[in-house]
């Protein structure tokens, strides 16, 4: 089971950090990575970081401002989010798989677990 929280409303320019708790997992042995999804389009990943090691890779439109990392003792996965723009308000989803393509775009059908989500809004 997967849980994301740490969202919330924030100003342009602002950050937030968004955690993805797991229960059921050992997170050295899962890749995980993060989805938004905006009203109206497709769920598009954001970032992931390997199953092995601490290799990630981020979308374009979040590179440099986004940085994703987990901590396996705690199992918990984390989205830090710096420089936000009106246009990362989405609600975002940790998941979680045993093996996925690191290349973007990230293809959804390669991450089995998902959390519930949690809303991000930039004003």
């Known amino acids: 089971q997967l849980v994301e929280s740490g969202g919330g409303s924030v100003q342009a320019g602002g950050s937030l950090r968004l955690s993805c708790a797991a229960s059921?997992?050992?997170?050295?042995?899962?890749?995980m990575g993060w989805f938004r999804q905006a009203p109206g389009k497709e769920r598009e990943g954001v970032a992931i970081?390997?199953?092995?090691?601490?290799?990630?890779n981020y979308a374009d439109s979040v590179k440099g401002r986004f940085t994703i990392s987990k901590d396996n003792v705690k199992t918990t996965a984390y989205l830090k989010m710096t420089s936000l723009k009106p246009e990362d308000s989405a609600m975002y989803y940790c998941?979680?798989?045993?093996?996925?393509?690191?290349?973007?775009?990230?293809?959804?059908?390669?991450?089995?677990?998902w959390g519930q989500g949690t809303q991000v809004t930039v004003s």
């Open positions: 970081i390997a199953r092995v090691g601490s290799g990630t």
């Open positions: 059921g997992y050992t997170y050295g042995n899962v890749c």
């Open positions: 998941a979680a798989t045993r093996w996925a393509s690191m290349t973007f775009p990230l293809r959804v059908t390669d991450f089995g677990s």
